[in-house]
C-alpha cells in the first residue's frame, strides 16, 4: 500500500491500486487516469482534504475512500470526466469521528458517465454535500446512499443533480436511504433534481425510517442479542453498496472494512 504524507500528484497506473494517507498536514491530492484503474484509497489522518481526480476520455475508473480516522475530517473532491469516460466513487463512512465532504462531479463531455454511492454507519456528526452536474449531452449521473443511523449520529446529506441546459438526452438520478434503530436519531435528506434541459430523464427516491420492531423481536427470539441484531440488520442494509463496484479487489476490500467496523461499533 503506496503511503501518502504530503500533498501529491499521481498519475494512476493500469489495474488495482492501493494508498493510504496518514499526516498530520492538510493534504492536496491530484490524481489522472489515462488509463483503466481500480483505487483504494484508506484514511487514517489528515487535517483537511483536497482531493481532484481527472478521468480521461475512454478511460473507467473506481474510487473507494474508507475513512478511518479517528479525529474529524473535512474533505472538497472535484471529479472530472471526459467523453465516454466512466467514473465511480464510493465511499465507506464507518468511523466514529465527524466528517464534512463536498462532492463536485462535472460530466464534461458526451457520453461521460459517474456513480457516486455512500455506505456510512453514523456514530457522529456526517454532513455529505453531492453534486453531479451533466454539462455535454448523453451523460449520466447517478447517486446511491445508504446510511444507518446510532444514537449519538447526527446526518445530513444534500444530493444535488443538475442537468445544463443544451445537455440533452442526459440523465440525472439518485437514491437515499436512512434507516434508524430509536427514536430521537438525527437524520435530513435533501433531494434536488435543477433540470436546465427538457430532453432529459430524471429521478430520486428517499427514504428515513426506524428498524421494523417486528424484525428485531424475530431475531431477538432466536437468541441474539441486541448488539448481535443491529450489527446484522445494519449490515445487510449497506451491503449492497458493494455492487456499485464492478472491481472484485474493491468490493471485497469495502466488504470486509465494513463487516469489522460494524462488528466493532454495533
Not at 151 to 177: E, P, W, Y
Not at 183 to 188: I, V, Y
Not at 204 to 231: F, N, P, W
Request: aromatic letters at 8%; one cysteine or more; charged letters at 25%.
Amino acid at each position: 500500500m503506496n503511503a501518502i504524507h504530503v500533498s501529491t500528484d499521481i498519475v494512476l497506473p493500469a489495474g488495482y491500486n492501493e494508498y493510504v494517507i496518514n499526516s498530520d498536514r492538510d493534504i492536496e491530492l491530484t490524481f489522472y487516469a489515462s488509463v483503466d484503474s481500480d483505487v483504494y484509497v484508506r484514511i487514517e489522518k489528515a487535517k483537511k482534504l483536497v482531493i481532484r481526480t481527472f478521468a480521461q476520455k475512454d478511460t473507467h475508473v473506481s474510487y473507494l475512500f474508507w475513512n478511518a480516522s479517528l479525529a474529524p475530517i473535512e474533505a472538497n473532491e472535484t471529479h472530472e470526466v471526459l467523453g465516454n469516460a466512466s467514473l465511480t466513487v464510493a465511499y465507506g463512512e464507518c468511523n466514529g469521528a465527524s466528517t464534512k465532504r463536498e462532492t463536485f462531479v462535472a460530466l464534461r463531455e458526451e457520453g461521460a458517465n459517474a456513480l457516486v454511492s455512500s455506505a456510512s454507519l453514523v456514530d457522529a456528526d456526517k454532513n455529505y454535500r453531492m453534486q453531479v452536474v451533466n454539462y455535454a449531452p448523453h451523460t449520466y449521473g447517478d447517486m446511491k446512499n445508504y446510511s444507518v443511523v446510532m444514537k449519538q449520529g447526527n446526518l445530513m446529506i444534500d444530493a444535488i443533480g443538475k442537468v445544463i441546459k443544451g445537455a440533452h438526452g442526459s440523465q440525472s438520478h439518485q437514491t437515499s436511504r436512512a434507516l434508524s434503530f430509536e427514536a430521537g436519531c438525527h437524520a435530513t435528506i435533501l433531494p434536488e433534481l435543477l433540470i436546465d434541459e427538457n430532453d432529459v430523464m430524471a429521478s430520486h427516491a428517499m427514504s428515513i425510517g426506524r428498524v421494523d420492531e417486528d424484525q428485531l423481536y424475530y431475531l431477538m427470539t432466536r437468541g441474539l442479542s441486541v448488539k448481535q441484531c443491529t450489527s446484522l440488520i445494519s449490515t445487510g442494509y449497506l451491503m449492497p453498496i458493494t455492487e456499485t463496484l464492478n472491481n472484485e479487489a474493491l468490493k471485497e476490500k469495502l466488504k470486509e472494512e465494513m463487516e469489522r467496523k460494524l462488528e466493532e461499533l454495533c
